[in-house]
């Protein structure tokens, strides 16, 4: 669940992305009337969606709190990151309430580090949006599969379209996967600041000709 658009990704058995869409749902500056019409049609997609391969959907546990602070990390646009309390719990209100009609099974997961795991792991993988890959984490996690990172170095998403090399941090196979997620956490905001400085800086320079 985004500000502007909602990432859903269907996984086979192996956890695997099988398909995927991103549907608009501009929450901002809409009245209460055209949200809820707005909401309601984008969950009846997503239900008659779940129907149709008969599968259940797994969302992320609902923490508010939590979901601003995950905007405000994944993205440096500031209107990108509005989210009002109404907007998030009417879309969950209401796809809850069409699936429970439908007889459609709804899970909840704790979505923690689930943006960074996508990142790092799906997103250059199987060609996903930083969003879409995180939707691909929240269907693995209920699926109990590993959260392992898949490599030491590579390329992940900047956020704006292009991508930055990324090498992670040596991970404690003592301790839980999700301190070793903690860490790339916060290694990444330094890289990414690095990476648009070197960006901003290449494109202030002026060109160089030679004869």
Not at 31 to 47: F, R, S
Not at 79 to 84: A, D, I, P
Not at 140 to 148: C, V
């Given at each position: 669940?985004?500000?502007d658009?909602?990432?859903?990704?269907?996984?086979?058995?192996?956890?695997?992305?099988?398909?995927?869409?991103?549907?608009?749902?501009i929450?901002?500056?809409?009245?209460?009337?055209?949200?809820?019409?707005?909401?309601?049609?984008?969950?009846?997609?997503?239900?008659?969606?779940?129907?149709?391969?008969?599968?259940?959907?797994?969302?992320?546990?609902?923490?508010?709190?939590?979901?601003?602070?995950?905007?405000?990390e994944?993205?440096?646009?500031?209107?990108?990151?509005?989210?009002?309390?109404?907007?998030?719990?009417?879309?969950?209100?209401?796809?809850?309430?069409?699936?429970?009609?439908?007889?459609?099974?709804?899970?909840?997961?704790?979505?923690?580090?689930?943006?960074?795991?996508?990142?790092?792991?799906?997103?250059?993988?199987?060609?996903?949006s930083?969003?879409?890959?995180?939707?691909?984490?929240?269907?693995?996690?209920?699926?109990?599969?590993?959260?392992?990172?898949?490599?030491?170095?590579?390329?992940?998403?900047?956020?704006?379209?292009?991508?930055?090399?990324?090498?992670?941090p040596?991970?404690?196979?003592?301790?839980?996967?999700?301190?070793?997620?903690?860490?790339?956490?916060?290694?990444?905001?330094?890289?990414?600041?690095?990476?648009?400085?070197?960006?901003?800086?290449?494109?202030?320079?002026?060109?160089?000709?030679?004869?």
């Amino acid at each position: 669940l985004n500000t502007d658009h909602i990432a859903w990704v269907e996984t086979d058995r192996f956890g695997n992305p099988i398909d995927k869409k991103t549907i608009p749902w501009i929450s901002y500056g809409k009245t209460k009337e055209q949200l809820k019409a707005l909401t309601g049609d984008i969950c009846k997609q997503i239900i008659d969606r779940a129907r149709e391969v008969k599968k259940t959907i797994v969302i992320e546990k609902l923490d508010f709190n939590k979901k601003k602070s995950t905007l405000r990390e994944n993205s440096t646009n500031k209107f990108s990151r509005l989210l009002s309390s109404f907007a998030y719990g009417l879309f969950f209100t209401f796809l809850r309430a069409r699936a429970y009609k439908d007889g459609i099974a709804v899970h909840q997961v704790n979505p923690a580090f689930t943006s960074i795991i996508g990142r790092v792991n799906y997103a250059m993988r199987y060609g996903l949006s930083i969003h879409l890959a995180a939707a691909l984490c929240i269907a693995r996690r209920h699926q109990k599969f590993s959260e392992s990172p898949c490599s030491p170095a590579g390329k992940i998403p900047d956020g704006k379209g292009g991508y930055v090399a990324f090498v992670l941090p040596a991970r404690n196979r003592i301790k839980h996967v999700w301190h070793f997620w903690g860490q790339v956490k916060k290694k990444l905001p330094t890289v990414l600041a690095a990476h648009f400085r070197a960006k901003h800086h290449r494109s202030s320079s002026p060109p160089i000709f030679d004869s």
